[in-house]
């Protein structure tokens, strides 16, 4: 039975590079899929390319593609991305920049499109999901719209002779899926394959959360050799079962516990995984060890697709300011909530409008806000933290600053201050009809 080896190259936009350049030297690959778009993530990427139109594309992108490119086109290994970002036409011409500077000749490169709905956004009113609320209600603070599209488009490429494709929101198994359907020639209404294959794609989707990145647990679930640590290879069979493995060598461990950690990671409903591409039920899969770091996959199934597709949008939410300081020695304790009370008068007599307001002390209540400072033994050091949100730049500001000045009108022995403020980019969903999102193809050559 034919089968083909997918590596996952990356989990996210600030992932390892080296991982991924192992993976394509000695991991036998036909395809190197890199995920690398969280929610906010393209939000953040529309922004940089209203600042520049010529970017919003990953900022590793060409450090990756420098990597990996040269033993991809040696070994014929395509790459399926989503770090195109809020612009994939741009980062397909990067990397064929990328691609004639490092002399690889004859390399097709697809940008999908076609994501971006803020023009449809515009236009029509949708409810939002996770809150009461319309989209209308966010329209003079949206930053990015982007709907998650599916595989057809990078089965389309593949058909088109890509050899790299390059895509902005997709679901993120889609990666993975796309070289399934192209390989093995599933219909795109062939349902239990379809959702086996997603299944597979999000087990990959995290790169090293399979091979025991996120896992560790010193003393009860110990992973070798972090700093090492290998990513993951899917070998697939046209039937939609799996075996994971990792490049013999490298760092982690891949076995049933981590992959059954990431099979449930982000998992609302196992009998109900949406996606574009088809509705997966994960809760008939079966995992079986076959040896070191070798994980049989078999199971799941998967029922007809959704007629919506849900959007990301990225909306401006107002500011962030904080403010910390250090307390260290006998008293520190009570030092630190002394600083924390001070601040939290000056709020109120200064008149700053700030919401969701946090005083705490780091390693005493900063994770755990139910712990309460008078029943923890008095530790050798505190840092005091506040934040809080505000509406105005100005008032984030004065939020640091009344902090800061503990230095000379709080308790003594204060130092180490940071402050500092961001803008917020919040993140909320909606669905519009798929007939109303139409991707595109627009293909270089290097």
Known sequence: MKTIRIGGGAGFSGDRIEP?????????????????????????????????????????????????????????????????????????????????????????????????????????????????????????????????????????????????????????PALFLGPMIYEFGWAFDDWPRLGRGTIIGHLMECAGQLTGGYYADPGFKDVPDLARLG?????????????????????????????????????????????????????????????????????????????????????????VGEGQISYAGPGCLERGNLALDIVKERISLVGLEVTDLRLELIGVNAVNLAAHSARIQAPPEVRARVIGRTKSKRDAERLGAEVESLYTNGPSGGGGVTKGIKQVTAVLSTLVPRTEVVPSIHYEVA
């Open 20 to 172: 991924a350049v192992e993976l394509a030297k000695f991991g036998k690959l036909n395809y190197l899929a890199f995920e690398c778009l969280g929610e906010r993530t393209i939000a953040l990427a529309q922004a940089r390319k209203q600042h520049d139109p010529s970017l919003g594309y990953d900022p590793l992108l060409i450090e990756r593609m420098e990597a990996v490119l040269p033993y991809c086109a040696d070994e014929h290994i395509r790459i399926v991305t989503n770090m195109g970002a809020a612009n994939p036409q741009s980062a397909a011409k990067a990397v064929a920049n990328v691609a004639r500077r490092l002399g690889v000749t004859g390399l097709r490169i697809a940008a999908i499109a076609g994501d971006d709905v803020l023009g449809l956004l515009e236009k029509n009113d949708y409810r939002l999901i996770e809150r009461p609320g319309w989209v209308s209600e966010l329209r003079p603070s949206i930053i990015s719209a982007n709907a998650y599209i599916g595989a057809e488009p990078i089965v389309e490429a593949l058909r088109g002779g890509a050899d790299v494709i390059i895509t902005g929101r997709v679901g993120d």
């Open 231 to 319: 990513f993951p290879i899917a070998e697939v069979d046209s039937e939609g079962t799996a075996l994971f493995s990792k490049v013999d060598g490298s760092g982690g461990r891949l076995d049933v516990s981590t992959c059954t950690e990431q099979l449930l990671y982000e998992i609302l409903d196992p009998t109900a995984y949406y996606q574009p591409d088809v509705i997966a039920d994960l809760s008939s899969v079966s995992l079986k060890s076959v040896g070191p770091n070798r994980v049989a996959f078999r199971g799941g199934t998967g029922v007809r697709r959704p007629d919506t597709l849900k959007v990301s949008i990225g909306y401006q939410d107002g500011y």
